[in-house]
């Protein structure tokens, strides 16, 4: 839900202030609520006081990155482009979230005791973490601003964010 009703304003921020903007700042509350999760959250149960409100804060990270980022995929290409673009995207995506799975599992390993599996979600929460930083890392390469009608990579022209033709 909270992804739902952050990405809209979250694309239009990014048409007015630039993808890696609005990519860094999803990618780093991302990391900072993996922090939370590290710092705050223990073995008793605290669904309202802890739970509900990380999960307010993740959502919003979700929301500021996952469409921006598949804009931001196709941005710069031709419209007959716009398919391959977000395939390639999608295909991305897909063998990234399969490996992080993967690897974060891996990572909590086989707890049989609360402690140890309190630790395995530590280290867990520690991985993506990490992850969301290199991404926003990665992000800081997304074009400050793309212009409509200005000519992108490769000699494409920047299409009209979509934001902006539905407002």
Not at 45 to 59: I, K, M, N, R
Not at 77 to 95: D, E, F, H, M, S
Request: aromatic residues 6%.
């Amino acid at each position: 839900m909270v992804v739902a009703i952050v990405s809209g304003p979250a694309g239009r921020a990014a048409a007015k202030y630039g993808f890696h903007r609005v990519l860094v700042t999803g990618t780093l509350l991302f990391s900072a609520t993996q922090l939370w999760y590290i710092l705050v959250l223990g073995e008793t149960a605290q669904p309202w006081t802890l739970w509900v409100p990380a999960g307010v804060l993740l959502g919003c990270s979700i929301g500021m990155t996952l469409p921006v980022l598949s804009a931001a995929a196709v941005a710069t290409l031709p419209p007959t482009r716009y398919a391959l673009g977000g395939a390639v995207n999608n295909t991305a995506r897909q063998i990234g979230a399969a490996l992080g799975v993967a690897i974060l599992v891996a990572v909590q390993g086989h707890p049989s005791t609360p402690a140890q599996e309190l630790a395995g979600f530590h280290r867990g929460w520690i991985f993506t973490m990490v992850a969301a930083l290199l991404s926003a890392g990665i992000c800081m390469l997304q074009p400050a601003l793309v212009k409509a009608g200005v000519t992108g990579a490769a000699g494409a022209i920047a299409p009209t964010p979509l934001v902006a033709m539905v407002d």
